[in-house]
């Protein structure tokens, strides 16, 4: 009877003592995260208009970082309009470049003015799309999203593969 109470013992033991140590090696492998500072809420029109990744991206950035990205405006050409005409190339293009122009005007002049305070580093303007690469200050590209005449901004994944 002594006999089997200590073999109990022992397994009691030893299940206490297995179970003991698995504990201790799921915390050191999924350690307590540190906390991190506090992320600004945002409004639902600016966060919805801001690609996820770039978005956790620029949220987490250092001050002063700056990021390239893409923005797309929401005046885009009708190009139905020249349906049942005979259009050329110039007439698809001119219809293009008069839309990219009328349409970017506003986000262009909010942009020099931030280029002046040195939040916006490089611009780009293309009339294929009515959109323009921007490279600024998280502050810039945030204030993009809230201008009612933006659609989307995107990460700008433009990578040069070959040196020319």
Known sequence: ????????SLA????????LLQGAVLAAQDPIPEPKAP?????????SRVEPGLLKRVLGAAP???HRFIVELKDQANLTLLRGQVAG???????????????????LSFLATESA?????????????N??????SAETLL?????????????????????A
């Open 89 to 107: 190339p110039d007439q698809v293009v001119g219809l293009l470049q008069a839309n990219a122009a009328r349409g970017q005007a506003g986000v």
């Open 39 to 47: 992320v600004p809420a945002l409004p639902d029109d600016i966060a």
């Open 131 to 136: 959109g323009l690469v921007v490279t600024s």
């Open 12 to 19: 009691l033991l030893v299940l206490v003592l297995a179970s």
């Open 64 to 66: 002063g970082e700056e």
């Open 143 to 163: 204030a993009l999203a809230g201008r009612p005449d933006v659609a989307m901004i995107r990460e700008d994944r433009w990578r040069r593969w070959v040196d």
């Open 117 to 129: 305070t040195g939040r916006v580093s490089n611009v780009r303007s293309f009339w294929i799309f």
């Open 1 to 8: 009877m002594k006999r089997s109470t200590l073999l109990i």
